[in-house]
């Protein structure tokens, strides 16, 4: 029986910390990247329209530069960003799948600047899209991004991929008795001060009433359950 998205258009948060999954040794893994894309492009088989917006933990975090200018530091995140953007859209290709990068930071040479309604037209042609570079500003995290993209290019909901299976009432890592949940409200991410994802994303989400899927990108597939609608990680959700 052939399954059906729940989604049409969706934006995909992949952290750049999934990208170097099972590889201790390096940024990236390439095998794993490509079990990436595999579930992208079987998500665009059924219809829908994936977007991408990528981070760079793999590579560059800001509070690396703590004794740097904050400003400089971000800037070297967002040009990390573009490095695995480009990884990405390598192995799409190499997929057989039509894809663009659009930078927030201008690169002509190597990708798109980021325009939105040129972004829109490749989604509506059948390409898959990455952002990379953030917003273009420092101090923003790529969730931030990821919310403000899904807003601006009319996604149906954020599929935020990420290291952990979902929202937990404490990070489990430190409190053995925290709990995951199956829906949280964004409010109460921000009131409990939850860091599965940025406060200012969350505080974005909230107020242009965005869904937002997590969970966990260990296994690759799990983007397709959760297009289809499975029950799997957190759902978040205005009220």
């Given at each position: 029986m052939e399954m059906k998205a729940r989604y049409k258009r969706v934006l995909i948060k992949l952290s750049g910390e999934a990208l170097a999954t099972g590889n201790t040794g390096g940024i990236l893994n390439y095998g794993f990247v490509e079990k990436i894309c595999l579930a992208v492009k079987e998500c665009s088989e059924m219809g829908v329209q994936p977007a991408l917006v990528v981070g760079a933990g793999n590579i560059w975090r800001g509070r690396q530069g703590e004794k740097m200018d904050r400003t400089r530091a971000d800037h070297m995140g967002m040009l990390a960003t573009a490095i695995n953007a480009l990884a990405l859209q390598d192995a799409f290709v190499r997929l057989g799948v039509d894809c663009r990068v659009m930078t927030a930071i201008a690169m002509h040479e190597v990708a798109e600047p980021y325009i939105r309604n040129k972004a829109v037209h490749h989604l509506e042609e059948g390409r898959t899209v990455i952002f990379a570079c953030g917003i273009g500003?420092?101090?923003?995290?790529?969730?931030?991004?990821?919310?403000?993209?899904?807003?601006?290019?009319?996604?149906?909901?954020?599929?935020?991929?990420?290291?952990?299976?979902?929202?937990?009432?404490?990070?489990?890592?430190?409190?053995?008795?925290?709990?995951?949940?199956?829906t949280?409200?964004?409010?109460?991410?921000?009131?409990?001060?939850?860091?599965?994802?940025?406060?200012?994303?969350?505080?974005?989400?909230?107020?242009?009433?965005?869904?937002?899927?997590?969970?966990?990108?260990?296994?690759?597939?799990?983007?397709?359950?959760?297009?289809?609608?499975e029950k799997i990680g957190t759902t978040v959700t205005e009220d």
């Amino acid at each position: 029986m052939e399954m059906k998205a729940r989604y049409k258009r969706v934006l995909i948060k992949l952290s750049g910390e999934a990208l170097a999954t099972g590889n201790t040794g390096g940024i990236l893994n390439y095998g794993f990247v490509e079990k990436i894309c595999l579930a992208v492009k079987e998500c665009s088989e059924m219809g829908v329209q994936p977007a991408l917006v990528v981070g760079a933990g793999n590579i560059w975090r800001g509070r690396q530069g703590e004794k740097m200018d904050r400003t400089r530091a971000d800037h070297m995140g967002m040009l990390a960003t573009a490095i695995n953007a480009l990884a990405l859209q390598d192995a799409f290709v190499r997929l057989g799948v039509d894809c663009r990068v659009m930078t927030a930071i201008a690169m002509h040479e190597v990708a798109e600047p980021y325009i939105r309604n040129k972004a829109v037209h490749h989604l509506e042609e059948g390409r898959t899209v990455i952002f990379a570079c953030g917003i273009g500003s420092p101090f923003f995290s790529t969730d931030t991004a990821a919310v403000l993209r899904a807003a601006e290019i009319g996604a149906d909901v954020v599929m935020m991929a990420k290291n952990i299976d979902g929202v937990y009432t404490a990070d489990p890592r430190v409190d053995p008795t925290a709990v995951k949940l199956d829906t949280i409200r964004y409010r109460d991410i921000l009131n409990k001060e939850l860091k599965v994802i940025d406060g200012t994303a969350a505080s974005f989400g909230k107020d242009n009433h965005i869904p937002l899927h997590l969970f966990g990108i260990d296994d690759p597939y799990n983007l397709v359950r959760a297009i289809r609608g499975e029950k799997i990680g957190t759902t978040v959700t205005e009220d």
